[in-house]
């Protein structure tokens, strides 16, 4: 049997466990926190091209550079790029991500209109998944119809 110690941890703030998504959600080496746009774009799967762009329109928060001016992104980026990818998956327009990262760039003032924005955008995901739930209705009617016409087929 396991034993977990549930003792608060003292002098710590106690905040909401980071997602999944977010703790570990990127498979690098533990101890660093500098990449190249390169080691960034293999581990996201986005192009170098687009983690410019991000930068460019204001998607991407201010990312460091070296003394040559190569980009050095660091974890907080890459949890970054995890949340505007889940962001992307839930059909946010770009306008209303870079919206967000501007918020957030404006600092805890702007919690109500992020939050505002965030709510939204769960309301269209859920329609999405009521009307994929349909969708999903509909396939599986039609697959059992095809099941149904083949059993009967070879009964005969």
Request: aromatic residues 8%; without cysteine.
């Amino acid at each position: 049997m396991t034993v977990i110690d549930s003792s608060p941890v003292p002098d710590r703030p106690k905040v909401a466990p980071r997602p999944g998504w977010l703790s570990g959600g990127h498979p690098l080496p533990e101890g660093r926190d500098h990449y190249t746009i390169s080691e960034v774009a293999e581990v996201t799967g986005l192009s170098a091209h687009t983690l410019r762009w991000y930068e460019r329109i204001g998607l991407m928060p201010h990312v460091d550079r070296s003394h040559t001016g190569q980009r050095r992104f660091r974890n907080g980026d890459l949890d970054w790029l995890a949340l505007v990818g889940k962001l992307r998956l839930t059909g946010m327009p770009v306008a209303d991500m870079v919206r967000y990262a501007e918020l957030v760039r404006e600092g805890e003032h702007t919690f109500e209109a992020r939050r505002e924005l965030l709510e939204a955008t769960r309301r269209d995901v859920r329609a999405r998944i009521e009307e994929l739930r349909d969708t999903l209705a509909v396939l599986d009617y039609k697959i059992d119809l095809y099941a149904d016409a083949r059993r009967a087929s070879e009964r005969y």
